[in-house]
């Protein structure tokens, strides 16, 4: 399955990126660059939704538009694509 999730990019003041998805509560990341920040919330988003769908059986939140998100000075917004895979259970 692939989601689009809006992130939320905040340059931090020792240089690194804070990344978060507002749509999914409690997922955040850093990273010392913008790539290595994407690429770390994609992994966080991603265990975020596995655990929601297999552990909670929860309804994976909708995509909020990224002009409806509202946004701190210095912060932007880069849409992530997060693909998982869901393997069936072995008992």
Known sequence: MTFTY??????MENGKVHAS??????CTAEG?????ALE????E???WIRIEMSEFEGDIPF???????ELQEGQ????IMVN?????DND
């Open 32 to 36: 010392n660059d913008l790539f290595d």
């Open 63 to 69: 995509s909020s538009a990224p002009e409806d998100l």
């Open 76 to 79: 932007s917004v880069r849409m």
């Open 6 to 11: 809006p992130a939320v990019i905040t340059p």
């Open 45 to 47: 988003a991603c265990e």
């Open 21 to 26: 998805v507002p749509d999914l509560v409690g």
């Open 40 to 43: 770390a919330l994609r992994e």
């Open 84 to 88: 998982v895979k869901l393997l069936p």
